[in-house]
């Protein structure tokens, strides 16, 4: 089913010239098959209904409409990896596989094309037919991605009336969100300046910057990028709309947002949201701008790793928990001071109500309290460790000079999304027999009924005054349950 709802903003100027439209989507994480929800799962019947959306299938007869009316692009802004059990079973192959089908002119790297680190992107850049660009990237260390044909800073598309230069860039934030690696970065900002240089040189008459860093980074490059004409960006998985939004999504600012240069020159700045619910449609000329915004599919799913939802039946499967845990991380017992640890949960607390929240840690064997309102490194009010060798559950303050034995995950081990989770002076660390899923696995087969319920291991106090009492005990209840999410996970044992 597919909702259209178009917007035109016609600059002060009436538009003529080169004209050329593109098409654009980023964070699509697998969304193969259409959703509902959400759960990401489409009932059968239910998509004949118009009850679901989006899927690969839909992002490919919207982009072949487009390109049947006239000179189109079709551009990715990165992470089509991650989310669902297709990409959890099979990997870089499938998603090659479906994006050769819907065949974009280019695609740049997202953050989670690294999640199985430089040998799980390679099957997807030697299936490829299309350029992936990104141009903040040091490959002198890893040569199997310096070798990749279809891995390049930069593409010119000449297929158009003009010569337009595609410059790919990603965050370097990546290198605190993936598996330690010697994959190197440059900021995005003076590499796109460098390389727009060479394209210019080159004859290109247009520049789009695409790429992997958020709403905010796209903005700047919009500004600080003097040859850029379009930024079309993906990570932050904002939902930019104009007028009323067709859906239940808030918008985080206009489509397009227009960025002025300091030299008076108007850029048009736009993403897509996620799970290939929008489609982005914009029309452009070589100098003065026409846009026109084209939204698809009506329901909502938001983030990128899926509840357990309860089911009528209270079946859960193996495809629930390949989409609930998609990294199989190995588990550790690492030995920190408690002070470490209260250092982990304020650098928690500092990204928990930032939409990269996956740093935020789940506890066991923790109760902790914060306060959001609290200045950043002062948000921790109270943290209290549970006895490991008490009959009954006791609690008591955490002991900044005591040390503890911590369960964590190996990514969260090596310093993923900034942790610090071994001590520098005396460091332990022993690998575990069971990966994260099988130890899950082994938890629901051992105990057959799994009853969720509001322990108090983390609680927002200032937070929670600002939401009515159904909200924030939905929140406490969803922050607290191992199953709902595969953000950090941190077990004090």
């Known amino acids: ?30 969304r193969y098959d259409p959703m509902k929800g959400s759960s990401g799962n489409c009932p059968k019947g239910d998509d004949e209904r118009g009850l679901c959306f989006g899927g690969f299938a839909r992002v490919a007869t919207a982009v072949a409409k487009a390109r049947a009316e006239g000179p189109t692009l079709f551009l990715n802004a990165g992470d089509t990896y991650q989310g669902t059990s297709w990409y959890t079973v099979y990997r870089g192959d499938l998603a090659a596989e479906l994006m050769n089908m819907l065949n974009p002119d280019a695609m740049s790297l997202g953050n989670h094309e690294f999640d199985d680190n430089i040998d799980g992107l390679l099957p997807f850049l030697n299936k490829v037919d299309f350029p992936v660009v990104t141009c903040n990237l040091n490959l002198s260390k890893v040569p199997q991605l310096e070798s990749a044909k279809r891995l390049m800073p930069s593409t010119i ?4 009336e003009k010569q337009i230069g595609i410059i790919g860039y990603l965050t370097p934030e990546t290198k605190d969100l993936v598996a330690l690696n010697d994959m190197e ?6 590499s796109i300046n460098a390389e727009a240089k060479k394209l210019l040189k080159k004859g290109v008459n247009i520049i789009i910057a695409l790429g992997h860093s958020g709403y905010k980074k796209d903005q700047e490059i919009a500004f600080s990028c003097p040859d850029v004409d379009v930024v079309i960006g993906g990570h932050s998985h904002s939902f930019l709309y104009t ?97 470490a640890i209260w250092n982990a ?100 087969q051992h105990h057959k009924f799994v009853y969720t319920e509001v322990e108090g291991r983390i609680e927002f106090r200032a937070f929670l005054e600002s939401v009515t009492t159904g909200s924030a005990i939905k929140l406490i209840s969803c922050l607290e349950n191992l199953l709902i999410s595969t953000v950090s996970i941190l077990l004090i044992i």
């Open 1 to 30: 089913m597919l909702w259209s709802l178009i917007l035109f903003l016609i600059f002060h100027e009436q538009c003529h010239g080169f004209k050329f439209t593109i098409v654009h989507n980023n964070d699509m994480h697998a």
């Open 157 to 160: 598309i000449t297929k158009l």
């Open 185 to 190: 970065y440059y900021n995005e900002i003076p």
């Open 243 to 339: 007028g009323d939004p067709p859906s239940t999504d808030k918008p985080e600012g206009n489509y397009p947002t227009i960025v002025v240069k300091p030299n008076g020159r108007q850029v048009p700045v736009v993403q897509a949201y996620a799970y290939t619910k929008y489609l982005g449609k914009i029309h452009l000329e070589a100098s003065k701008y026409c846009i026109v915004i084209t939204i698809l599919y009506e329901l909502s799913f938001i983030r990128i790793r899926s509840s357990i939802e309860k089911k009528s039946d209270g079946i859960i499967t193996q495809s629930d928990i390949l989409t609930t845990i998609p990294f199989d991380n190995d588990l550790y017992i690492t030995r920190i001071s408690g002070k």
């Open 345 to 444: 949960l304020e650098h928690a607390a500092a990204v928990v109500l930032s939409w990269t929240d996956g740093a935020f840690l789940q506890v066991s064997g923790l109760h902790v309290v914060y306060n959001t309102d609290m200045p950043e490194g002062s948000r921790v009010v109270s943290a209290e460790v549970r006895c490991a060798s008490c009959t009954v559950p006791s609690y008591s303050p955490l002991n900044d000079t005591e040390y503890y034995k911590v369960i964590v995950t190996q990514f969260i081990l090596d310093g993923g999304d900034g942790h610090i989770m071994i001590d520098e002076v005396n460091p332990e660390r022993l690998r575990m027999q069971k990966t994260v899923r099988e130890a899950v696995n082994q938890y629901l």
